[in-house]
């Protein structure tokens, strides 16, 4: 399956998603789905997706842009509904 990842990675022009970055996003998604609402999850992996792709445009390290946007959904998930065991990092 990752294998697909990395043909839409490429065909799109964009870097490959790193087993780590696959993690926490999926990580992410399924607590925005449990957590806030479950249509909303891949729309905010599409909005992360976005962010890292602005803050890598203006010079950030990849590694870093990436965090941060998942730091940033992730705090505005409800507490009591993160799902245990799913630190992203």
Do not use: Q, Y
Request: glycine share 10%.
């Amino acid at each position: 399956m990752n294998d697909w990842l990395d043909e839409l990675a490429d065909a799109l022009g964009v870097p490959r998603i790193t087993p780590d970055e696959l993690g926490a996003m999926l990580k992410t998604a399924r607590d925005v789905a449990h957590g806030v609402e479950r249509r909303f999850a891949p729309v905010s992996a599409f909005l992360i997706g976005t962010a890292v792709g602005r803050r890598t445009a203006d010079g950030e390290d990849r590694a870093e842009a990436f965090g941060a946007a998942i730091a940033e959904a992730r705090r505005l998930i409800p507490e009591d509904d993160v799902v245990e065991g799913t630190d992203a990092g």
